[in-house]
């Protein structure tokens, strides 16, 4: 009980609502009810997974332990990703990843560095590491874009953020295959950077509230099991995702960018703000535009490739408008504000303020 009440341990309390959710599904029941209690079911179970990856990571060495962190960081995303491309909803896989990178560079570096700012001049971090970062995700931004570009140039214009898939031609398809080659040979550059040649840059400490470690057979056991319930939340989260979208009145573009986004990511990003709380920046940082590099440079390439055996056809990298705008902006203000080493709160307040527009902006679409 003492551990539910910390700021890690919060998200258990919502365990209940996996059974909840199995059995609204079974029983029929609304699909608003069985999405939103899936969605909040799925909080825990990415909570456990990062907890056991966590677990492993510190048993296993600092190279073993930051793959097994760049392995499994975002797994709940990928798994969510997999079951929605599984039923065709390309667009709402584009949205979700979109916005985990949105939430990510915006929702949490904002509300890290806001709260870790007050009642303090100013935050300081590894400038060294966050450029290294932003200018992996602004790498992946550039190539995430240009399928869109050429559509635009060259094919009929950007998907409506209505639109549940579109089958464009094997031009876009072969360019969108070769774009997510190259990020994955990047993906793998950067590993190599930042698990051999510069590791001591991207492992900043970190203070523990829990003082008990794990045994490896129970991280592994907690890992599988996560995964497993992940996987069973995922899938009925997705299977209800488009009549549920039509009774609250939101688009399956709202809801794959803003809730699905949030919900796969949630207990990290609680995380990345109680480490700012305590003045520990170079996490903070590491954890928010980390995680947005990650995404764009393997999560997006390797759901891409995967669009090829998963669903009625491939998923081109083809974002609509909303989406590109976001992700080039979002990327543009994660370079500005991490490049001078340094944050306020009111820099948190500003990265805030660009998310809710963009949220609002998507409400409308």
């Keep these: ?31 608003v009810a069985i999405f939103f209690t ?60 979109v916005g985990s990178i949105l939430g990510n560079v915006l929702l949490v570096m904002g509300a890290a560095m806001l709260v870790g700012g007050l009642g303090r001049e100013r935050q300081r971090f590894d400038r060294t590491a966050a450029g290294v970062q932003s200018s992996m995700l602004l790498l992946a931004a550039a190539a995430i874009a240009m399928p869109a570009i050429f559509e635009l140039v060259e094919g009929r214009g950007l998907p409506v953020p209505g639109a549940e898939r579109i089958h464009y031609d094997a031009t876009v398809q072969g360019l969108s295959f070769a774009i997510a ?25 970190a203070e523990k509230d829990q003082v008990t470690p794990w045994s490896t057979r129970r991280s592994v056991l907690a890992l599988a099991l996560g995964g497993v319930a992940v996987g069973g939340m995922s899938e009925i989260l997705v299977g209800s995702i488009s009549e549920a979208a039509k009774s609250v009145g939101l688009s399956e573009f709202f809801i794959g960018a ?56 491939p998923m081109p990298l083809v974002l609509n408008g909303f989406e590109l705008g976001g992700i ?3 990327v543009l203000i994660a370079n500005h504000v991490t490049h001078e080493g340094e944050s306020t709160w ?19 679409a």
């Design 258 to 313: 803003v809730v699905v986004a949030i919900v796969g990511n949630a207990a990290e990003h609680w995380v990345a703000v109680l480490v700012a709380r305590k003045d520990q920046m170079n996490l903070a940082v590491n954890i928010a535009i980390g995680s947005s590099a990650q995404i764009a440079l393997f999560v997006v390439p390797v759901l891409v490739l995967f669009s090829a055996a998963l669903g009625p056809f």
């Design 38 to 97: 899936s969605a909040l079911g799925v909080v825990p179970t990415a909570a456990l997974m990062g907890r056991a990856t966590e677990e492993l990571s510190a048993r296993s060495g600092p190279g073993i332990g930051g793959l097994l962190n760049v392995t499994f960081g975002n797994a709940p995303e990928l798994i969510i990703a997999l079951f929605a491309l599984g039923k065709g909803l390309h667009e709402v896989v584009k949205a979700s990843l």
């Design 181 to 205: 080659g190259v990020l994955i040979l990047c993906y793998g550059a950067g590993l190599m950077f930042s698990l051999r040649s510069h590791r001591g840059l991207f492992n900043p400490p």
């Design 328 to 330: 080039l902006l979002a």
């Design 346 to 364: 009111f820099e948190g307040v500003i990265l805030l303020a660009v998310y809710a527009v963009l949220v609002i902006a998507f409400g409308l």
């Design 1 to 31: 009980m003492r551990f539910l009440k910390t700021g890690e341990g919060w998200p258990y309390l919502l365990v209940p609502f996996l059974p909840i959710a199995i059995v609204l599904d079974l029983a029929g029941a609304s699909a």
